[in-house]
């Protein structure tokens, strides 16, 4: 199959059909290291096809195809990789923007550890690598596995290609027998050059930027591509560990440096907010020259003692914060209005601009988040911008702050055209021509269309396969806007009679473009392999408006199963009553959550529907925490009073973390009250419920060794 004439002696119609054959032989190829294990051809051969095609094209550009086989180089689907689950998550970091926040940041973490302000806390800062971050893993010393983070919980292995980067040791001498040290891959500014360079030689699109460059070289599924590709590591964390590294987090760094890792030379050890601004600001002065792309500075608490008891909240720790550099700006011209519709029926305004580099990436959309912003004015209807409206043709500042969607700041009225008009924020919605309403206090328009809204379903549909929801391999946002508009799935139940409908019969998955006998047998069998799933997953994935992936787990570990909250939330349907309070009574949910909850459940259409996939599926009852040896665990909890041996905070997180459920009020439902000094009427209201009292000493010895 490879063609071996030299490629002067082609023709142009001989180079035509050869271009044509490789684009069907890479892409066959490509689509079966994919959806299967098992490719086609050899990783050699495949790069010596890729690297023919592209030759062809040097020497013919004109015959460049549209699907051509070049474009495909990068980013490899992710499907490609064996997936790795992280014993210790992978977090991501809370941001702080302004020197206050930093100060806060102080405050809140002494408040958390109840220290005053005069006795001492200090904090590591160093530079925040615009990277990717990897884990590696070593076994007695030796180098086993590399996996990026991925959504935190599962990353993707990626350990042959970590082994051609020269900063990752493949041997650790005196290293803790299991060592997980975390840190930043990337790509320095010349490497990036030239690799531009070379991809640009070989007919290959360029990378936008190092990190994405960084990404695309790590993550590709034949690790000589990445070992061509040079790639750098700094370690800055870990995870799981036989034994300490060091009592704190900067001498934790020296140790891993004394390991034989790459650790950043601007790592210091600071003693307060005003010694971690000022280095923050050293290192902003060298940014430039560094030679590696920051955007930021990260602040860790250095005791890690201390560390452990600040502990973390969903997805981020409590001890550490990214100050971020401040956003780029740049200027452009605005050439258009679009409006997207959202899950929730939300209109969005989209700019189109003309495309404009802002800190290194091109943009070309921007959010103008929706009518009072367009119109100059902020959520609270004052005045932005000077009252600025933006107008199509309006010069416009565009601005971008780390992985933020870029902003529409600021226009300059002396450039804006003569003809141009204030724009008319619409009240329909252009997909559906439903009604848009803008309901009093919510600044933004909706489109009333539910799923009727082609946007709407569609939206919804990609929000439930995505990662946090269902997350069926195979089945992600272009399958589902495929087919959607083929009519074969119209609502999340769709998906499980995919394989009755589409797996035999006249119409077959497997005879669609793009798909073959195996991967529609593998995307069947994915998506039976998600009929069994969780309930916060399951409740996450409806997409009902307030209701996050965090309010999702609180809501399942309150409720258990799902039979349990359908019926709580029938009988909160009218915002009154028992139930309702119950609901309201789970810390972290509000009136506003709870009323989108069950205003969702209690619409028609949408329980008709939630019904029907609900009795497609076997959902399993509420992950318990591992709160095995927990004495505490499922019972509800009130802290009332002073504590004196921790702080308020300190002492929910834990209890929380040992599976308890933290109330703020006391009723007939509450197990269980701690009463510190001054404990006023909810210990009093426990006492007449009879509700057992305790106070501190007596909860830390209930908790202790749990
Ligand atoms: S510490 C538990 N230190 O920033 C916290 N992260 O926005 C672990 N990053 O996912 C992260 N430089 O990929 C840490 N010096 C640094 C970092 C750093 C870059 C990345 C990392 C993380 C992301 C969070």
């Known amino acids: 199959m490879t063609a071996t004439r030299p490629i002067e002696s082609l023709s142009a119609e001989d180079a035509a059909d050869e271009l044509a054959t490789l684009a069907k032989i890479l892409h066959d190829a490509n689509n079966a290291y994919h959806t299967a294990d098992s490719p086609k051809i050899s990783d050699a051969d495949y790069d010596a096809l890729k690297r023919r095609n592209a030759d062809i094209e040097t020497r013919f550009p004109e015959l460049k195809r549209s699907d051509s086989p070049t474009e495909i180089v990068g980013a490899a689907p992710a499907d490609g990789f064996s997936k790795v689950t992280h014993a210790q998550r992978m977090l991501s970091l809370g941001n702080a923007f302004t020197d206050e926040d930093v100060a806060e940041f102080d405050v809140s973490i002494r408040k958390y550890l109840g220290l005053t302000a005069d006795q001492p806390l200090h904090y590591t800062a160093e530079p925040k690598i615009d990277g990717l971050s990897l884990s590696l893993r070593y076994e007695n010393g030796q180098f086993v596995q590399a996996a990026t983070r991925g959504d935190g919980q599962t990353g993707e292995n990626v350990t042959a290609n970590a082994r051609t980067i020269s900063d990752i040791?493949?041997?650790?001498?005196?290293?803790?027998?299991?060592?997980?040290?975390?840190?930043?891959?990337?790509?320095?500014?010349?490497?990036?050059?030239?690799l531009n360079t070379?991809?640009?030689?070989?007919?290959?699109?360029?990378?936008?930027?190092?990190?994405?460059?960084?990404?695309?070289?790590?993550?590709?599924?034949?690790?000589?591509?990445?070992?061509?590709?040079?790639?750098?590591f700094f370690a800055y964390a870990w995870g799981v560990l036989s034994d300490p590294l060091a009592e704190a987090q900067f001498d934790a760094i020296g140790r891993l440096k004394a390991l034989g890792f790459q650790t950043n030379p601007l790592t210091a050890l600071c003693h307060g907010p005003d010694d971690m601004i000022a280095h923050y600001q050293k290192i902003e002065a060298q940014r430039a020259a560094l030679g590696y792309d920051i955007d930021g500075v990260v602040y860790k608490v250095n005791a890690l003692d201390l560390q452990g008891r600040l502990g973390f909240r969903s997805t981020t720790p409590r001890w550490a914060i990214a100050h971020k550099f401040p956003a780029e700006l740049a200027w452009t011209w605005l050439e258009a209005i679009d409006i997207q519709v959202g899950r929730t029926g939300a209109l969005s305004p989209v700019a189109r601009l003309n495309p404009v580099t802002v800190g290194g990436v091109v943009v070309s959309n921007a959010t103008l988040h929706n009518a009072d912003y367009i119109a100059g004015r902020d959520n609270k209807g004052e005045t932005i911008r000077e009252g600025k409206d933006i107008r199509v043709g309006d010069w416009v500042q565009v601005y971008r702050a780390g992985d933020v969607i870029p902003k529409v700041a600021d226009v300059d009225l002396s450039k804006r055209p003569s003809d141009a008009v204030a724009f008319e924020f619409p009240e329909i919605c252009p997909e559906c021509q439903s009604p848009a309403l803008r309901e009093e206090g919510d600044a933004v328009h909706r489109c009333t269309g539910g799923m009727i809204c082609p946007a709407q379903a569609v939206e919804k549909l990609k929000h439930f396969v995505s990662r946090a929801a269902f997350d069926i391999e195979g089945l992600g946002a272009k399958q589902v806007e495929q087919f959607y508009s083929d009519q074969w799935i119209a609502e999340p139940n769709d998906i499980f009679t995919l394989k009755d409908r589409y797996g035999t019969g006249l119409q077959q998955l497997k005879n669609r473009e793009g798909w073959g006998e195996k991967s529609a047998d593998n995307l069947f069998q994915a998506i039976e392999d998600k009929r069994t799933i969780g309930l916060a997953r399951v409740l996450f994935a409806l997409g009902i408006r307030h209701v996050g992936e965090q309010a999702s787990n609180l809501l399942a570990r309150h409720f258990g199963s799902w039979d349990t909250l359908v019926t709580a939330l029938d009988a909160a349907k009218e915002k009154?009553?028992?139930?309702?309070?119950?609901?309201?009574?789970?810390?972290?949910?509000?009136?506003?959550?709870?009323?989108?909850?069950?205003?969702?459940?209690?619409?028609?259409?949408?329980?008709?529907?939630?019904?029907?996939?609900?009795?497609?599926?076997?959902?399993?009852?509420?992950?318990?925490?591992?709160?095995?040896?927990?004495?505490?665990?499922?019972?509800?909890?009130?802290?009332?009073?002073?504590?004196?041996?921790?702080?308020?905070?300190?002492?929910?997180?834990?209890?929380?973390?040992?599976?308890?459920?933290?109330?703020?009020?006391?009723?007939?439902?509450?197990?269980?009250?701690?009463?510190g000094p001054g404990a006023g009427s909810k210990a009093k209201k426990a006492t007449d419920l009879g509700v057992d009292v305790i106070d501190e000493d007596a909860w830390l010895d209930l908790i202790s060794g749990a």
């Open 576 to 675: 009154s009553g028992d139930t309702w309070d119950t609901l309201l009574s789970i810390d972290g949910v509000g009136d506003v959550m709870a009323g989108s909850l069950v205003a969702a459940f209690a619409n028609d259409a949408e329980r008709a529907s939630i019904n029907r996939l609900a009795a497609s599926l076997s959902i399993q009852d509420a992950e318990q925490l591992d709160t095995s040896g927990s004495s505490v665990a499922g019972k509800t909890v009130v802290f009332t009073g002073t504590l004196e041996k921790m702080t308020r905070a300190e002492a929910k997180a834990r209890a929380e973390a040992l599976g308890a459920k933290v109330s703020g009020s006391v009723s007939a439902k509450t197990d269980l009250v701690i009463a």
């Open 198 to 232: 070379r991809q640009a030689e070989a007919g290959g699109k360029p990378f936008a930027n190092p990190r994405n460059a960084a990404a695309g070289s790590l993550r590709q599924l034949d690790s000589l591509v990445t070992a061509a590709r040079p790639l750098r």
């Open 169 to 194: 040791p493949q041997t650790l001498s005196n290293a803790p027998d299991i060592l997980e040290v975390r840190g930043e891959v990337y790509m320095s500014h010349e490497d990036f050059a030239a």
